[in-house]
C-alpha cells in the first residue's frame, strides 16, 4: 500500500489516526465534522517515547500525523488530509478564490504553525509556554485582523480551521486567559464555537480537556 493509492471502496468508513492533544489532530476532526465526515479514530500516543510506532510507520513512512486511511488511500500530514477532507465533504471549498483572500489566509496559517503551534504544544504538555510575550503579541496580530470580520479572511477558510485548534488547545490547557481584553478574537473564537455548518456544530467534535489528559476520544463524532 502507498501514500497515494486508488480510491476508496463506498461502503468504507474513514480511519484518522492521531492525538486528541496534537494541533493537527483536532484540525483534522473540525474539517471531518464540518464536511459531515464519519471517522473511525485511533490513538498514536505521542508522548509514550515509542513514537513513531509500528502501526503508523506501516502506512505512513515518515511517521507524519494525523494519518488518514479510507480504503486504499492513504494519506499524512495536515497539508495533505485537510484539502483532501475539504474536497471529499463536498460543499463550498475552503480555498479562497480572491487572491489577496488567499493571500492572507495562508499568511496567517504559516504564522500560527511557526509563532503558535510549539507554544500550545508546551502547554499542553503541562509546560510553560517558551515564549509567551511573544504568544500573546501574535494573538494580538490576529486579533486586529479579525477587525471588522466574521472570519479571518472574507470567507470560512483553513485559516479558521487551524486557528480554531490552536485556541481550542489553549483554552483546554487552562491558558484561555491569553486572549483576554483581545475582544475581535474572543468573538470570534465563541462564533466558531457554535458555528453551524451544513452538518451540525463542528466544534463539538474536538476532544475535551478530560479526553486530552487522558488520551482519549470520547467526545469527538
Same mark, same amino acid.
Given at each position: 500500500?502507498?501514500?497515494?493509492?486508488?480510491? /476508496?471502496?463506498?461502503?468504507? /468508513?474513514?480511519?484518522?489516526?492521531?492525538?486528541?492533544?496534537?494541533?493537527?489532530?483536532?484540525? @483534522?476532526?473540525?474539517?471531518?465534522?464540518?464536511?459531515?465526515?464519519?471517522?473511525?479514530?485511533?490513538?498514536?500516543?505521542?508522548? =509514550?517515547?515509542?513514537?513513531?510506532?509500528?502501526?503508523?510507520?506501516?502506512?505512513?513512512?515518515? @511517521?507524519?500525523?494525523?494519518?488518514?486511511?479510507?480504503?486504499?488511500?492513504?494519506? =499524512?500530514?495536515?497539508?495533505?488530509?485537510?484539502?483532501?477532507?475539504?474536497?471529499?465533504?463536498?460543499?463550498?471549498?475552503?480555498?479562497?478564490?480572491?487572491?489577496?483572500?488567499?493571500?492572507?489566509?495562508?499568511?496567517?496559517?504559516?504564522?500560527?504553525?511557526?509563532?503558535?503551534?510549539?507554544?500550545?504544544?508546551?502547554?499542553?504538555?503541562?509546560?510553560?509556554?517558551?515564549?509567551?510575550?511573544?504568544?500573546?503579541?501574535?494573538?494580538?496580530?490576529?486579533?486586529?485582523?479579525?477587525?471588522?470580520?466574521?472570519?479571518?479572511?472574507?470567507?470560512? @477558510?483553513?485559516?479558521?480551521?487551524?486557528?480554531?485548534?490552536?485556541?481550542?488547545?489553549?483554552?483546554?490547557?487552562?491558558?484561555?486567559?491569553?486572549?483576554?481584553?483581545?475582544?475581535?478574537?474572543?468573538?470570534?473564537?465563541?462564533?466558531?464555537?457554535?458555528?453551524?455548518?451544513?452538518?451540525?456544530?463542528?466544534?463539538?467534535?474536538?476532544? @475535551?480537556?478530560?479526553?486530552?489528559? =487522558? /488520551?482519549?476520544?470520547?467526545?469527538?463524532?
Amino acid at each position: 500500500m502507498g501514500l497515494f493509492s486508488r480510491k /476508496k471502496k463506498a461502503a468504507e /468508513k474513514a480511519r484518522l489516526l492521531g492525538h486528541p492533544g496534537h494541533a493537527d489532530t483536532c484540525k @483534522s476532526l473540525y474539517l471531518a465534522a464540518e464536511k459531515g465526515i464519519q471517522l473511525d479514530l485511533e490513538l498514536i500516543d505521542i508522548h =509514550s517515547g515509542q513514537h513513531p510506532d509500528e502501526a503508523l510507520r506501516s502506512l505512513s513512512p515518515f @511517521s507524519k500525523l494525523p494519518c488518514l486511511v479510507e480504503g486504499d488511500f492513504v494519506t =499524512s500530514g495536515i497539508a495533505a488530509v485537510l484539502p483532501y477532507l475539504d474536497v471529499r465533504g463536498g460543499g463550498l471549498p475552503l480555498t479562497p478564490r480572491k487572491a489577496q483572500h488567499l493571500g492572507t489566509q495562508n499568511y496567517w496559517i504559516e504564522t500560527g504553525a511557526r509563532e503558535v503551534l510549539p507554544q500550545i504544544e508546551a502547554l499542553v504538555d503541562g509546560r510553560p509556554a517558551q515564549d509567551e510575550d511573544g504568544l500573546r503579541k501574535v494573538f494580538a496580530g490576529m486579533d486586529a485582523q479579525l477587525q471588522g470580520k466574521e472570519y479571518i479572511v472574507g470567507a470560512f @477558510s483553513f485559516a479558521d480551521v487551524h486557528w480554531i485548534a490552536y485556541l481550542h488547545l489553549c483554552d483546554a490547557a487552562g491558558q484561555g486567559g491569553l486572549i483576554d481584553g483581545l475582544s475581535n478574537l474572543k468573538a470570534w473564537f465563541e462564533r466558531m464555537k457554535v458555528r453551524k455548518g451544513n452538518h451540525g456544530i463542528a466544534y463539538a467534535a474536538l476532544p @475535551s480537556a478530560a479526553d486530552i489528559q =487522558s /488520551k482519549a476520544f470520547t467526545n469527538a463524532a
